[in-house]
């Protein structure tokens, strides 16, 4: 018989990152360049050890669908903006009129 070990408070703490990044539009695994690794485990660590998990939850309950931009008090707000910004199916190339691609969001 193995005993196991009861999870402790930080193993129990609800995280919202998935969910938080679907209302961004981000996809978690899909289209992730492996450069940008670093910064969904930084996200991750850092949304396990947010103090903000209540009022995350409520401005999760209470907002669209999709959102523009992670609420001020997330400490992945930059990341998440940066991981936007980096997604690469976020971005297509469009053909400008001087014969040049350039990049647009869809």
């Known amino acids: 018989m193995t005993i196991m070990a009861a999870p402790t408070a930080r193993e129990r703490q609800p995280i919202y990152m998935c969910e938080m990044m679907a209302r961004l539009g981000l ?46 008090f997330c400490p992945n707000a930059d990341i998440f903006f940066e991981l936007e910004v980096d997604q690469p199916s ?15 969001r869809p």
Request: glycine share 14%; hydrophobic share 35%.
């Open 90 to 104: 976020a971005w297509r190339g469009t053909h400008n009129s001087r014969g040049g691609d350039r990049l647009s």
């Open 27 to 72: 996809e978690p695994g899909g289209g992730v360049v492996a450069l940008l690794g670093l910064s969904y485990a930084t996200a991750l660590r850092s949304c396990e050890a947010c103090p903000s998990k209540e009022a995350c939850r409520g401005w999760l309950d209470s907002m669209p669908a999709s959102v523009v931009f992670a609420p001020r």
